[in-house]
């Protein structure tokens, strides 16, 4: 089957922001190519990454999100979308041109896997795909991963501190992940000693390849990975620890219903907060009767450590 790419030139800030737009427009994956998404090899930040810097050099300096779709149908509308798209965000997205060309399903599946290597994600977790190799050192604990061309590799700021703060505060209990994605933040709490795992996302493509990955590590008995719109339709579960890597305004809207659903003195890490936005999110979490008790930012991205009261 031939599908039809777009390719929109957009900046870091606008990335994800751009790429929901095109899944809601009828996308069926889409792809990141940033290089800020990379750890840079000439400055090592504490942990190391196995990093070819040729493969930096090969990326484009604009941020580009591929899409694929299945028919010209569905970019109908799409060009006006992009127009209002940056008043909607509230700032610069960037360029938004937009490039176009058919490819074969077999080249859309396979080129997005050359941006993709093994890497440290904090102390002692090991991101990998699975079609690369790593020499395993004491204490390592390694996570296959096969993001699709959707879901975060770990390579980004937001998911990269979302694993650091895991990894920094997790002490036991059940934990939820909202919007899990390809299931990395899931699968590196239950590498860290969770035994009661819940991931939920909206995306159906998304729950799918998550439990592609939680099958992967051999953790289904683990992690249950479950269809929804954040906490909507989780009932009575409670749990100890709880992490989105979503959007600023989204954490916002989230803070109150996730409440129910934490036990006092739970943990709430919630990243995917442009710097611009970190007050906002800040208010509304002490609002709602948080207390913040870490932070991490990397470049323009915040993440933020809250304990339900």
């Not at 994956?29 to 930040?45: A, F, H, L, Y």
């Not at 061309?149 to 939820?176: D, P, S």
């Not at 035994?195 to 990955?213: H, Y």
């Not at 932070?295 to 304990?307: E, S, T």
Request: charged content about 30%; some cysteine.
């Amino acid at each position: 089957m031939d599908w039809i790419e777009i390719t929109i030139s957009t900046n870091t800030a606008g990335a994800d922001i751009v790429s929901e737009a095109l899944l809601r427009q009828g996308a069926v994956g889409t792809q990141i190519i940033d290089r800020s998404d990379v750890p840079d090899p000439d400055k090592p930040n504490g942990y190391w990454e196995l990093i070819d810097p040729k493969m930096i050099e090969e990326m484009p300096e604009d941020v580009q999100v591929k899409a694929w779709f299945e028919n010209v149908e569905a970019l109908r509308g799409l060009e006006n979308i992009l127009k209002v798209l940056p008043d909607m965000a509230g700032f610069d997205l960037g360029a938004l041109t937009v490039s176009r060309q058919g490819v074969k399903e077999q080249d859309w599946s396979e080129c997005w896997k050359q941006y993709y290597k093994p890497f440290r994600a904090g102390k002692r977790l090991v991101i990998k795909p699975s079609w690369e190799n790593w020499e395993k050192q004491p204490g390592d604990l390694i996570i296959e991963l096969d993001p699709g061309m959707a879901f975060g590799t770990g390579t980004h700021e937001t998911t990269a501190m979302c694993v650091e703060l895991i990894e920094k505060h997790y002490r036991g209990g059940k934990v939820l992940d909202v919007g899990t994605g390809s299931g990395i933040l899931a699968i590196a709490a239950a590498r860290l000693g969770a035994t009661d795992v819940l991931g939920v996302d909206i995306d159906p493509m998304a729950v799918r390849m998550a439990r592609e990955n939680v099958e992967k590590n051999g953790l289904s008995a683990v992690i249950d990975i479950r269809e929804g719109d954040l906490v909507a339709g989780l009932g009575d579960v409670r749990c100890d620890f709880a992490v989105a890597n979503i959007l600023a305004d989204v954490i916002a809207l989230l803070a109150g219903p996730m409440k129910k659903h934490l036990v006092p003195g739970a943990q709430f890490v919630c990243s995917g907060i442009l710097k611009e936005r970190e007050d906002d999110v800040k208010a509304v979490l002490e609002k709602n009767g948080y207390r913040l008790f870490d932070r991490l930012q990397k470049g323009d991205w915040v993440a933020l450590a809250a304990r339900a009261e």
